[in-house]
């Protein structure tokens, strides 16, 4: 949408001095979470097309005060098999923390609106989609940090990115996280 690109724009204006953004309308379809999941997935396979990892950032994504120094310390540590790095997470489960600067997600996560794809992680998922309707997981963050899919997904420590409050046409509401962090608090340190 429009109007959520220019707020987008106006809190993220640091994204747009640092890299070259291309904007890509999401894939429209009559069920949600697939086109946001069919949205993803092209990003991942352009990674793996142009061999270099690549960032996805939502139109609800606001990025943290020093987000850039923190992703610069992450890419100093993280193991080389990974696939996926998500910038935030609102957990549906326990976290390990591996550094300062990185974390792993023990079984399902929620909410990937900044993540960053490895070339490597288009064939993990795409030689797994057979999995999600029967794990019943129409989501793309919880299908990506599922443990019955292989990618080798890890989460910036703390949290670089949130959701902005605003109206979702995926729930046809708006939303609000910052209630599921407080409902989740207790399983930060």
Known sequence: REDRWEIFKSKNQDILNHFH???KDGIVNSDPPTGIFLAHLECMKKSKEIGEPIIVIEDDCEMATGWLEKLGSVFRNIPEDWDVLI???YFYSQIEIITDHL???RNQASTINFAVYSPTCFDKVNDHMH???ELNIDD???FLTSEKIP??????WPM????FVTFSDHHKKVRNMELRLREHA???P
């Open 21 to 23: 953004v291309t904007r």
């Open 87 to 89: 910038g935030n997470h």
């Open 103 to 105: 974390a792993k997600p």
């Open 131 to 133: 999995l999600r309707h």
């Open 140 to 142: 793309v963050d919880h």
């Open 151 to 156: 990618t080798n997904n890890y989460t910036i």
């Open 160 to 163: 670089i990115s949130r959701e």
């Open 186 to 188: 207790y399983q930060f």
